[in-house]
Nanobody, 113 residues
Framework: VQLVESGGGLVQPGGSLRLSCAAS????????MSWYRQAPGKVRELVAG????????NYADSVKGRFTISRDNAKNTVYLQMNSLKPEDTAVYYC???????WGQGTQVTVSS
C-alpha cells in the first residue's frame, strides 16, 4: 500500500491550494479515505473524510465551508480543495486509509504573508 501526497506549498492568507493523494497497492474504490493534519506542537487531527463512493463525511468544524474533499476512483486519487486559507491552517497534511491503517508521508502547507 502506498499513499503519496502532493500539492502543498506556501500560500498567502485567503489563497487556495489543492492537495492530491495518489493511492496504489489496494482496491482504492472500495475504501473510505481521509485527510488529517498536524501542526507543530499539536496532535494530528481529522480534517475530512470521504466514503468509497464519494460522499464527504466528518469535516472538522474549523474547515467547514472552506475545504472540500473529493475523489476520482478512476485515477485512484483523493483530493482536498482548500480555499480561504488562514495562518492556522499551517500544518503537514496527511492522507489516510482508515480501514487499512496506512498513512502517506505528508505534504507541508504554510499559510503566511
Amino acid at each position: 500500500v502506498q499513499l503519496v501526497e502532493s500539492g502543498g506549498g506556501l500560500v498567502q492568507p485567503g489563497g487556495s491550494l489543492r492537495l492530491s493523494c495518489a493511492a496504489s497497492g489496494f482496491t482504492f474504490r472500495r475504501y473510505a479515505m481521509s485527510w488529517y493534519r498536524q501542526a507543530p506542537g499539536k496532535v494530528r487531527e481529522l480534517v475530512a473524510g470521504i466514503t468509497s463512493n464519494g460522499v464527504p463525511t466528518n469535516y472538522a468544524d474549523s474547515v467547514k465551508g472552506r475545504f472540500t474533499i473529493s475523489r476520482d476512483n478512476a485515477k485512484n486519487t483523493v483530493y482536498l480543495q482548500m480555499n480561504s486559507l488562514k495562518p492556522e491552517d499551517t500544518a503537514v497534511y496527511y492522507c489516510f486509509a482508515p480501514n487499512i491503517g496506512s498513512w502517506g508521508q505528508g505534504t507541508q502547507v504554510t499559510v503566511s504573508s
